[in-house]
């Protein structure tokens, strides 16, 4: 059974109906990544003139490698706060269901760094979540949730700074690896 995708007119051929949809799902995807920057931008807006943070403590669309037995990829945080030169928390910017997000960014948080990032936020710039890695659960819900710099200070003085298990590490990679395909399958449509 096929999927209905309107494509604006009647494709003539098979090769144009895939032309058609990847054209769709490309349109789609950059209006989607338009949405995820606005997104980011309000958070930094918030983060900086509500939560008093300063530039130099957000460090933005910053890479990560990850390395499987079978697979290399990379996975990117949105906006991560650093204080005294600790990744401290790490901010997932989405477009809808940021409760689908939370098992990713708990994965992202113990395995990205060389130690876990303590907690992490999802986000759709209206709703937030805020979790604790270490523990992988939620700690509070909402923007004022999110602490403000003198809390987060507070925080860091609190944490240690500890590597994920290593024999854990690999299924928190595979979390990731799954999150990366369901992302980008959507470009498989172009390339068939």
């Keep these: 059974m096929s999927t209905y995708i309107p494509l604006g007119k009647n494709p003539a051929s098979p090769e144009e109906r895939k032309r058609l949809i990847g054209e769709k799902v490309s349109s789609e995807d950059a209006l989607a990544n338009e949405e995820i920057v606005r997104i980011k931008s309000r958070m930094i807006d918030f983060l900086m003139f509500q939560k ?14 990850i390395e499987l037995p079978d ?31 939370e098992r990713y960014s708990i994965a992202f948080c113990r395995v990205a ?30 923007l004022e949730s999110i602490p403000s710099k003198a809390e987060a200070l507070e925080l860091l003085n609190n944490k240690e700074f500890v590597p994920f298990p290593s024999q854990k590490v690999e299924k928190e990679q595979r979390i990731l690896f799954a999150f990366d395909t369901i992302k980008y399958s959507s470009l498989l449509v ?3």
């Design 113 to 142: 760094d060389a130690y876990q990032i303590p907690y992490a936020v999802v986000t759709d710039g209206e709703y937030a979540k805020l979790l604790d890695t270490v523990k992988g659960r939620p700690i509070s819900e909402g």
């Design 71 to 101: 697979a290399s990829f990379e996975v990117s945080a949105d906006i991560i706060i650093v204080l005294n030169s600790r990744r401290l928390l790490s901010v997932k910017c989405v477009l809808n269901s940021p409760a689908s997000w």
């Design 190 to 192: 172009d390339s068939e």
């Design 52 to 65: 008093g943070y300063c530039k130099i403590d957000l460090q933005e669309n910053i890479f990560f490698k």
